[in-house]
């Protein structure tokens, strides 16, 4: 079992950066897949981000693909999210979810996931 805890999120101005943090409990972080998802006012949630647990492979949503970079540091047992140009609509509580299969864009695929951190972008 792994425990999530993400940190970073905030206001920022359109176009403006943010670096999202998940710190995992435990020592078996690198047999872990990773992702991001988020989650608007509302709305359901979704995919953003994940990095694959056996080759480190990233996958990406189309609407954050060449502003968003997911990466981890396992001997940190952390897992980032990286958000340049941010837009109004990237507005959202993002999540960070683990799972020990292979990448999934379903977030019922994915057992652990934290509380979220709350990503605001002003316009």
């Known amino acids: 079992q792994v425990q999530l805890v993400e940190s970073g999120g905030g206001l920022v101005q359109a176009g403006g950066s943010l670096r999202l943090s998940c710190a995992a409990s435990g020592r078996t972080f690198s047999r872990y897949t990773m992702a991001w998802f988020r989650q608007a006012p509302g709305k359901g949630r979704d995919f953003v981000a994940a990095i694959n647990r056996n080759d480190d492979r990233t996958y990406y949503a189309d609407s954050v693909k060449g502003r968003f970079t997911i990466s981890r540091d396992n001997a940190k047992n952390t897992v980032y999210l990286q958000m340049n140009s941010l837009k109004p609509e990237d507005t959202a509580l993002y999540y960070c979810?683990?799972?020990?299969?292979?990448?999934?864009?379903?977030?019922?695929?994915?057992?652990?996931w934290g509380q979220g951190t709350q990503v605001t972008v002003s316009s």
């Open positions: 979810a683990a799972t020990v299969g292979s990448t999934s864009y379903i977030a019922l695929s994915y057992a652990y």
